[in-house]
């Protein structure tokens, strides 16, 4: 068997993943330098007879290798797909396989509800449960060149050996716990997730964007889109052709000449040479767009007096998720918590689609502690400290006076 797998054993691993149910993958990309990062090797994982992964790594430059088998099986719900840290990943082989991804099961994700922190890296979590440690010796090295060597094929196979392994001790221990259909829900949004760059969304990120004139927001606009257009051709980063400062000056002032271009900030020599004509013809295209109006909605500002609002429910939610042995950054962050505050303050539905991004109001977290917070803050719960220094969580009994 050579070091890269050729078509044939792509196909027999890909025959596995269907025998046995589930599969492991990972994979190694450039991302520096390009507008959208480059899948440059796979490595798939599968569960033999003898309960050892065959591993498989793959050159996904090489066009004569046929790597359908595995896009087939990735697009396939009655197949787990497990992945570790799958943020980048999953919309990475969805573009460049065009597939979507099923029946996903990250094990960083699974990592949080089975007692272990949030964010676990792999390694960490290989030495937590299975007592193994990997030898991590090519992890910044450039993997679009060619020929691989044996050290980069070593370290991919590493990625995935004991993929699968780990996924299965952590899988037993969430069914015992009866956390694993929290894990897999979890799972859920990240198969959704692309790098697909949409111009609406970019210009919304744009700096101080939601402050502009709606005609200097439709220059703005059209630059984004020119921008991204010029970016993808020259497979170069959106900002290396013309930062978003420069961009959003160059809206506002919405010069007609390159001599007006000149007196603006943020563009070298050599970008106004290349491209000066060109931002010229995008401002005049974005004058001559309608007015792009501010739609966007106004979040009520936090009140000063949340800060402590904030203590006492971070202190609720710490303790449900120490109770229940989950990371805390899964349950809730910060900002979850102002923006319920801030709608019971000021008389939001807590059961209305006005909260239905507010994670911690939602599905299984709702369930351990959304309610119990919502009652907290409506005087129907208390805090204490115990006499060993756990904080307690009481109903209150009496009902609390109107304010």
């Given at each position: 068997?050579?070091?890269?797998?050729?078509?044939?054993?792509?196909?027999?691993?890909?025959?596995?993943?269907?025998?046995?149910?589930?599969?492991?993958?990972?994979?190694?990309?450039?991302?520096?330098?390009?507008?959208?990062?480059?899948?440059?090797?796979?490595?798939?994982?599968?569960?033999?007879?003898?309960?050892?992964?065959?591993?498989?790594?793959?050159?996904?430059?090489?066009?004569?290798?046929?790597?359908?088998?595995?896009?087939?099986?990735?697009?396939?719900?009655?197949?787990?797909?497990?992945?570790?840290?799958?943020?980048?990943?999953?919309?990475?082989?969805?573009?460049?396989?065009d597939v979507p991804v099923t029946q996903l099961f990250d094990t960083q994700v699974a990592a949080g509800f089975a007692g272990l922190r949030a964010q676990l890296g792999y390694d960490p979590l290989l030495q937590e449960m299975l007592g193994v440690r990997l030898r991590k010796s090519a992890s910044f090295t450039k993997w679009d060149r060619r020929p691989l060597t044996e050290?980069?094929?070593?370290?991919?196979?590493?990625?995935?050996?004991?993929?699968?392994?780990?996924?299965?001790?952590?899988?037993?221990?969430?069914?015992?716990?009866?956390?694993?259909?929290?894990?897999?829900?979890?799972?859920?949004?990240?198969?959704?997730?692309?790098?697909?760059?949409?111009?609406?969304?970019?210009?919304?990120?744009?700096?101080?964007?939601?402050?502009?004139?709606?005609?200097?927001?439709?220059?703005?606009?059209?630059?984004?889109?020119?921008?991204?257009?010029?970016?993808?051709?020259?497979?170069?980063?959106?900002?290396?052709?013309?930062?978003?400062?420069?961009?959003?000056?160059?809206?506002?002032?919405?010069?007609?000449?390159?001599?007006?271009?000149?007196?603006?900030?943020?563009?070298?020599?050599?970008?106004?040479?290349?491209?000066?004509?060109?931002?010229?013809?995008?401002?005049?295209?974005?004058?001559?767009?309608?007015?792009?109006?501010?739609?966007?909605?106004?979040?009520?500002?936090?009140?000063?007096?949340?800060?402590?609002?904030?203590?006492?429910?971070?202190?609720?939610?710490?303790?449900?998720?120490?109770?229940?042995?989950?990371?805390?950054?899964?349950?809730?962050?910060?900002?979850?918590?102002?923006?319920?505050?801030?709608?019971?303050?000021?008389?939001?539905?807590?059961?209305?689609?006005?909260?239905?991004?507010?994670?911690?109001?939602?599905?299984?977290?709702?369930?351990?502690?959304?309610?119990?917070?919502?009652?907290?803050?409506?005087?129907?719960?208390?805090?204490?400290?115990?006499?060993?220094?756990?904080?307690?969580?009481?109903?209150?009994?009496?009902?609390?006076?109107?304010?």
């Open positions: 068997m050579s070091a890269l797998a050729d078509s044939r054993e792509i196909a027999e691993v890909a025959d596995r993943a269907r025998e046995t149910g589930r599969f492991g993958i990972d994979t190694e990309f450039m991302g520096e330098g390009r507008y959208r990062s480059l899948l440059c090797v796979v490595q798939v994982a599968v569960e033999q007879e003898d309960g050892e992964s065959r591993v498989l790594v793959v050159d996904a430059l090489d066009d004569a290798v046929d790597v359908t088998p595995l896009a087939e099986i990735l697009a396939d719900p009655a197949i787990e797909v497990v992945m570790h840290a799958a943020r980048q990943d999953v919309p990475l082989l969805k573009r460049t396989w050290e980069q094929i070593r370290y991919a196979r590493e990625d995935v050996l004991h993929l699968l392994q780990v996924a299965t001790a952590l899988e037993q221990r969430l069914e015992a716990r009866g956390r694993l259909e929290w894990a897999r829900e979890e799972c859920r949004p990240l198969e959704a997730l692309s790098d697909i760059r949409e111009v609406d969304t970019v210009f919304a990120k744009l700096p101080k964007i939601n402050g502009l004139d709606p005609k200097v927001r439709a220059v703005a606009w059209e630059l984004a889109a020119w921008r991204e257009e010029t970016a993808r051709e020259a497979d170069r980063p959106a900002t290396s052709v013309l930062n978003d400062a420069a961009l959003v000056e160059i809206a506002k002032r919405r010069p007609a000449s390159t001599r007006d271009l000149e007196q603006i900030r943020g563009l070298n020599e050599g970008a106004l040479r290349r491209r000066g004509k060109a931002i010229i013809a995008a401002v005049a295209q974005g004058r001559e767009r309608d007015p792009i109006p501010n739609t966007a909605s106004r979040h009520v500002q936090p009140d000063s007096g949340d800060a402590p609002l904030i203590a006492l429910a971070e202190a609720l939610v710490r303790t449900r998720a120490t109770d229940a042995e989950l990371a805390y950054e899964l349950i809730a962050a910060r900002a979850d918590l102002q923006r319920i505050i801030t709608a019971v303050r000021t008389g939001v539905d807590t059961d209305a689609d006005a909260l239905g991004d507010v994670r911690t109001l939602q599905g299984w977290r709702r369930e351990l502690v959304g309610e119990e917070l919502l009652e907290l803050l409506h005087g129907r719960r208390e805090l204490r400290i115990g006499p060993n220094l756990e904080v307690e969580v009481r109903a209150v009994t009496t009902e609390p006076e109107p304010a």
